[in-house]
Each structure stands twice: as structure tokens, then as C-alpha cells.
């Protein structure tokens, strides 16, 4: 039996907003990071990448590191579809590039 979600979609779709505020590749690392673990390993993942580039961030690291970390407990707790649905909210607000459905293979996906 499934777990019923701790926080609401809605909620959590919100305090993702920081991620569309920080370039293309930080973000794509950062999606990617959130795409492939739990959120326990998540925030350890971003918090490992974000310090290797900490001169070049403008945002807070905490603030991003919870972002990816909420963005990962998106995907464990309403599925990839609904994951998918916000990274296309993420990247639609910098770029007008063809949106990822279920099912679509990410660039260097094993699925």
C-alpha cells in the first residue's frame, strides 16, 4: 500500500520555483540528480555539486539544495508523470523547448 503523500503537490511545486532562477546546466544537474534518487540522497547529491560550484551560484545553496530535494519527493510521492509536469513548469519559464512526457527517454537514462 502507498504512502499517502506528506505534502501537497501544489505545495511542493512552489518551493521548486528557485530552481528556474539558476543557469541551464546547474539546473539540468540538478533535475537530473532529482530524477534518479530518493530525497534523503538527493539533498546530499545537490549539496555536493552546488559546493563545487559555489562562486558561480547566486542563489543560497540550502535554498536549492531543498528545491532539487522537494523536486525528488515529487517524483516518490505522485509518480513521474507528475514530476515530469513540473520540470516542463521549471524550464518553460527560460526556454521554449519541446516539453517530456511519461514514458520520453531523458538524455543519459538507463530506464
Not at 534518487?37 to 549539496?47: C, G, K, V
Not at 517524483?75 to 516542463?88: I, S
Amino acid at each position: 500500500m502507498k504512502k499517502q503523500p506528506r505534502r501537497e503537490l501544489s505545495w511542493l511545486q512552489e518551493h521548486c520555483v528557485s530552481l528556474q532562477h539558476i543557469d541551464i546546466n546547474t539546473r539540468k544537474e540538478l533535475i537530473s540528480i532529482a530524477g534518479k534518487q530518493l530525497p534523503a540522497p538527493t539533498a546530499e547529491s545537490a549539496t555536493l555539486h552546488l559546493r563545487k560550484l559555489k562562486s558561480e551560484i547566486g542563489s543560497s545553496i540550502t535554498e536549492l539544495v531543498r528545491a532539487t530535494r522537494w523536486l525528488s519527493m515529487i517524483r516518490r510521492d505522485y509518480g513521474e508523470e507528475k514530476f515530469l509536469e513540473t520540470v516542463n513548469e521549471i524550464n518553460g519559464m527560460n526556454n521554449n523547448r519541446p516539453k517530456l512526457k511519461a514514458g520520453d527517454k531523458k538524455k543519459g537514462s538507463k530506464r
